[in-house]
């Protein structure tokens, strides 16, 4: 049976430059198997076609068809909702900007006349852009994000992700943001599923490190929810976690025997 797999890429694929161990083999495996294969990351500050030469360049051979951002779903959902002549203020960096120009969306900086604001991760966050949005959303204008990640993995630690810019929003207005397009957006779940892999939910595994994205969006949309310890999630976080995977793996590269039968593969923690 055709089965569908979405993979998640910091700190399930790789780790900022570094490809985790048997990543590039498990993924062709499944290719070579007549599997389908998406990836699909939150991170707002790359183009999908840097992530297509990113992972080309790590020995996985992807086209852009392969490729889903938070950036993406941002700019599509906005296609499809936002009425004639509305405008959008944008916190976040020049891919965010881009993949919403591609989708005809038009971008404003002046806060009275824009209908959405539009957060991601953004590097170069200021007192002047934070009041900028709060201005925006004083006079009507609706407040969406990219993606809650807190944090975003790199080597030897952690550094502030799209979640402090949300945090930092929600905090002026005492409000939080109306919607988030990335993981774990059923959105996001939708689109990929329906028009990218074209097979039932369950059907389709959601790969990945994060229980509050990765994990909690397979939850909600009847994915497969297999985590991989590799990236955010430690075992002693799984105890007293809200969002718990269907499966866990200790990394990708178990997944050439995990597709052969998902219930063979137990970590040793679990038969405790």
């Given at each position: 049976?055709?089965?569908?797999?979405?993979?998640?890429l910091?700190g399930?694929?790789?780790?900022e430059?570094?490809?985790?161990?048997?990543?590039?083999?498990?993924?062709?495996h499944?290719?070579d198997?007549?599997?389908?294969?998406?990836?699909?990351?939150?991170?707002?500050?790359?183009?999908?076609?840097?992530?297509?030469?990113?992972?080309?360049?790590l020995?996985?051979k992807?086209?852009?068809?392969?490729?889903?951002s938070?950036?993406?779903?941002?700019?599509k959902?906005l296609?499809?909702?936002?009425?004639?002549?509305?405008?959008?203020?944008?916190?976040?960096?020049?891919?965010?900007?881009?993949?919403?120009?591609?989708?005809g969306?038009e971008i404003s900086?002046n806060?009275?006349?824009?209908?959405y604001?539009?957060?991601g991760?953004?590097r170069?966050f200021?007192?002047?852009?934070?009041n900028q949005?709060?201005?925006?959303w004083?006079?009507?204008a609706?407040?969406?994000?990219?993606?809650?990640?807190?944090?975003?993995?790199?080597?030897g630690?952690?550094i502030?992700?799209?979640?402090?810019?949300i945090?930092?929003?929600?905090g002026?207005?005492g409000?939080?943001?109306?919607l988030?397009?990335g993981?774990p957006?059923p959105?996001?779940?939708?689109?990929?599923v329906?028009e990218?892999?074209e097979l039932?939910?369950e059907?389709?595994?959601?790969?990945?490190?994060?229980?509050?994205?990765?994990?909690?969006m397979?939850n909600?949309?009847?994915?497969?929810?297999?985590?991989?310890?590799?990236?955010?999630?430690?075992?002693?976080?799984?105890?007293h976690?809200?969002?718990?995977?269907?499966?866990?793996l200790?990394s990708?590269?178990d997944?050439?025997?995990f597709?052969?039968?998902?219930?063979s593969?137990?970590?040793d923690?679990?038969?405790?």
């Open positions: 049976m055709q089965k569908g797999f979405i993979f998640d910091d399930t694929v790789y780790v430059n570094r490809l985790i161990d048997g990543a590039a083999e498990a993924i062709h499944l290719i198997c007549g599997h389908k294969v998406v990836f699909l990351t939150n991170k707002s500050i790359e183009t999908i076609d840097a992530y297509v030469e990113k992972l080309n360049f020995g996985i992807v086209t852009r068809e392969n490729v889903v938070s950036n993406y779903l941002t700019a959902y296609a499809n909702n936002i009425k004639k002549g509305e405008k959008v203020l944008v916190i976040g960096e020049k891919p965010l900007y881009d993949e919403l120009k591609n989708m969306i900086d806060e009275i006349e824009v209908s604001v539009v957060i991760w953004d170069q200021t007192y002047d852009k934070l949005a709060f201005q925006a004083k006079n009507g609706k407040v969406i994000a990219t993606n809650p990640d807190r944090t975003c993995p790199i080597e630690g952690q502030p992700d799209c979640g402090a810019m945090g930092a929003i929600e002026a207005t409000e939080e943001v109306e988030i397009l993981k957006s959105f996001a779940a939708k689109v990929i329906e990218m892999l039932p939910p059907n389709c595994f959601m790969v990945g490190d994060r229980l509050e994205t990765d994990i909690r397979a909600l949309s009847g994915l497969q929810s297999v985590l991989v310890l590799t990236g955010i999630t430690t075992k002693e976080m799984l105890s976690a809200l969002d718990q995977p269907k499966y866990i200790n990708i590269k997944l050439k025997d597709v052969k039968n998902p219930n593969i137990v970590l923690f679990l038969k405790k």
